[in-house]
């Protein structure tokens, strides 16, 4: 095949003095065979002939050459064409001619057998992307193949698609390109956002909407990513005296039994007290209550009312009796904060109609998983009035199908409560187990996110469940999210005749009085009262 292609003079024998040209030979006959031009055959031979060499390979060795070598190689060849005076294309970024040695050589070698197996498996998930060669190429040798190829394994076995995989794949090396990584590092949240909003500015795309999902797709890969790797920090990691917060947490737990959603609320504003002190200038230990003066104003200008206020203060009222004791801080400044005065039965619930509550269990009709699963939601926030973190954390063991009941774990008192499954709920929750749950995955948690890695639903999520049905159905409400539904299933029951005591069960109250404010808003009652015969009372 060589002869035929070079006839006479040195470059022949060049070709038939080089190792390997058996192997050589067959791979251009077979290129010939399946119709390739005297030219193409030409510059083929070529490239076969300098990965020879530069390669070392010889006949009798079987030596297995790795990817990064075949490119070192190629950068050769492409300094030696870049050097070569008759050239044709005179522009030096064109690297056309080092990809077409690069991808010839690999191709050639792995038809026999010298190169890392690992590149050939049709099991790797980058050579099941496409079968193109020159395309398996730019994941095989992009930096961190193991990083990469590892937390995509980890996407598919969670179940994640395959062309979302595709697409994660793509944006690994972009992300690895726009911070020129050479070695992991530890990254931040904040450094993430701000790489984000900076990819958006360099992205030239013109259609918007597509701006907008390159930006979301390089901000979600690279901290799911990340954060798998385990190179981001923590976003607590950051807040100041953080080791003073995390004792008080660990002593609230142990000594005052809080739960964990109490724990969490606690975190959630004392980290914002924390970062609130920084941006100020002060630390725990140089705290006063002018200080503390300017955060209770924050907080109202944020939108908190007086009832929110009033938790704020007994939360920063109970780290502060803390500190003092730790000495974290030099007075105790728990005695200065005062709640402001709450009236018995302030404010209304914002409870919707119960024919606007049957509007939003039908909303999701649809036969989608989500449309499933976001029904089965709204039927158990509207049937037992739960809250949002105990309907997260309801688990396939705590549905008794043979006994029809399921049992709820409650969040302020810790411990569970038992209620009958009705008919309702029992086929929201089979339609949901059996067409819109992945039960291949083995997770313990009822209800999950709707894309991978499909864990345990966030209250985030079911909030914007509830609120899309709210906005959609354009039903008005001041509070349009989970706890309106509570709020529903409280004042229908209590208007459908039953006792403080029993929708007090319901609801788990330690008190009565918390569930009377439902009865200001008894308006069949009320409805009675204006009907009466005022005339003959006065």
């Known amino acids: 095949m060589i002869k035929k292609i070079y006839s006479k ?22 290129m010939e065979n399946k119709g390739f031009c005297p030219r193409y055959l030409q510059m083929t031979s070529q490239y076969l002939l300098f990965a020879v060499k530069t390669l070392e390979l010889k006949d009798k060795k079987t030596e297995l050459v790795s990817l990064d070598r ?17 050239r044709k294309n005179l522009n030096k970024d064109v690297d056309t001619k ?7 050589t690999f191709k050639w ?6 190169i890392n197996p690992l590149y050939l498996d049709n099991e790797l998930i980058f050579n099941r992307f496409n079968k193109n060669a020159a395309y398996r190429l730019n994941y095989l040798h992009a930096p961190f193949l193991k990083e990469r ?10 179940g994640m698609s395959f062309n979302r995989i595709r697409e994660y794949a793509v944006y690994q090396i ?43 797709n ?36 142990i000594n005052k039994g809080l739960s964990t959603e109490t724990i969490k609320s606690r975190r959630l504003e004392l980290k914002h007290f924390s970062y609130f002190l920084f941006n100020q200038g002060y630390d725990l230990k140089s705290l006063n209550i002018f200080c503390l003066d300017k955060y209770i104003e924050l907080r109202h200008k944020e939108g908190c009312h007086r009832r929110s206020i009033g938790t704020v203060m007994t939360i920063l009222r ?5 500190a003092y004791n730790e000495k974290f801080i030099k007075i105790d400044l728990s005695f200065a904060l005062k709640n402001p005065r709450l009236f018995s039965l302030e404010t209304l619930p914002s409870a919707p109609k119960w024919e606007e509550v049957q509007k939003l269990v039908e909303f999701y009709n649809g036969n989608t998983p989500s449309n499933i699963r976001n029904k089965a939601i709204i039927t158990l926030l509207s049937v037992y009035g739960i809250r949002c973190s105990e309907l997260s954390n309801i688990t396939i063991k705590d549905i008794d199908w043979e006994n029809d009941t399921i049992i709820i774990n409650r969040a302020k008192r810790c411990n569970p409560q038992v209620f009958p499954l009705p008919t309702i709920v029992g086929n929201a929750l089979t339609r949901y187990i059996t067409e819109g749950r992945r039960n291949d995955l083995n997770r313990k948690f009822l209800f999950l996110d709707s894309i991978a890695p499909f864990s345990q639903i966030k209250r985030s999520t079911i909030y914007g469940i509830v609120a899309y049905a709210y906005k959609s159905l354009n039903i008005t409400l001041n509070h349009i999210g989970p706890h309106s539904l509570r709020h529903a299933c409280a004042s229908h029951l209590i208007n459908s005749g039953h006792t403080l005591k029993e929708v007090s069960d319901l609801l788990g109250h330690k008190q009565l009085d918390t569930t009377r404010i439902y009865t200001k808003i008894d308006i069949m009652n009320l409805r009675k009262v204006a009907d009466m015969n005022w005339e003959e009372i006065l």
């Open 318 to 322: 109970a780290f502060f009796h803390f």
């Open 218 to 253: 390089f901000h979600a890969v690279s901290f799911s990513w990340f954060k798998y790797l385990g190179i981001l920090t923590s976003e607590d990691a950051s807040i100041p005296e953080l080791e003073k917060f995390e004792s008080y947490y660990k002593w609230a737990i």
């Open 174 to 216: 972009h992300i690895i390109s726009f911070f020129k990584l050479t070695s992991l590092r530890m990254f931040d949240k904040n450094e993430l956002d701000n790489a984000s909003e900076k990819w958006w500015h360099l992205d030239k795309t013109k259609n918007i909407e597509e701006r907008k999902k390159r930006y979301k």
């Open 109 to 114: 070698l792995s038809s026999i057998s010298r």
């Open 70 to 86: 075949i490119f070192n190689t190629g950068k050769d060849w492409e300094k030696r064409r870049l050097s070569n005076p008759k």
């Open 9 to 30: 003079g040195p470059k022949l024998h060049l070709h038939l003095d080089a190792p390997l040209l058996k192997e050589r030979e067959e791979y251009l006959l077979n």
């Open 98 to 104: 080092m990809r077409g040695y690069v991808f010839t």
């Open 149 to 158: 190829l590892n937390f995509l394994n980890h996407l598919e076995a969670n």
